[in-house]
């Protein structure tokens, strides 16, 4: 199932995170149709990097497990705008109210309408007033750590907001 974009200003945008060198079969399926896809870091391995490529374009931030390799390819931290929405990407960042002091440092200076991280392992989508954004950590889409389920995160960007957020959640421990 995909968008259809050619008739508007939209961007469909896929987010995961932690994946820790593995690439789920659903990812393409789920992905499909989303002009870009967004790593929160843990990625693992330049192989996972390589399977987002072959759906769309990538924008990743290495994570605390990630090698000199993903480090060389990607920053700590990413700052961007898409379709006029600012976002503020990083690894380990907490969430409205228990943000890192690195974290809120550089919300308080970039404003982003948009803040991910990842790292925790548990998907989280909340609104922060204090800072007028919204906040997206998309779970972990790996099998390393303790979450029990395999989270992915699909949403479109238009006029400068986000919306229409889907969220695909697989039992880890279920044979597919």
């Known amino acids: 199932m995909g968008w259809d974009t050619s008739f508007?200003?939209?961007?469909?945008?896929?987010?995961?995170?932690?994946?820790?060198?593995?690439?789920?079969?659903?990812?393409?399926?789920?992905?499909?149709?989303?002009?870009?896809?967004?790593?929160?870091?843990?990625?693992?391995?330049l192989e996972v990097i390589v399977q987002l490529e072959a759906i769309a374009t990538v924008r990743a931030v290495?994570?605390?497990?990630?090698?000199?390799?993903?480090?060389?390819?990607?920053?700590?931290?990413?700052?961007?705008?898409?379709?006029?929405?600012?976002?503020?990407m990083m690894h380990i960042g907490g969430y409205p109210g228990r943000y890192s002091s690195k974290a809120r440092m550089l919300i308080e200076k970039y404003r982003p309408g948009l803040f991910i991280s990842g790292h925790s392992h548990i998907l989280k989508v909340i609104p922060d007033n204090r800072y007028?954004?919204?906040?997206?950590?998309?779970g972990a889409a790996g099998h390393s750590g303790f979450h029990k389920s395999i989270t992915l995160v699909r949403f479109a960007i238009e006029k400068a907001q986000p919306k229409d957020l889907e969220i695909l959640d697989i039992d880890r421990h279920k044979k597919i």
């Open 132 to 138: 007028g954004l919204l906040h997206i950590n998309p």
């Open 62 to 88: 290495y994570g605390n497990i990630d090698g000199g390799e993903l480090r060389k390819d990607f920053p700590e931290v990413a700052f961007f705008t898409v379709e006029g929405l600012k976002v503020l």
């Open 8 to 45: 508007n200003n939209l961007k469909i945008i896929g987010l995961l995170s932690d994946t820790h060198g593995y690439f789920h079969s659903r990812i393409p399926e789920f992905f499909s149709g989303c002009d870009e896809i967004w790593h929160a870091g843990d990625i693992g391995s």
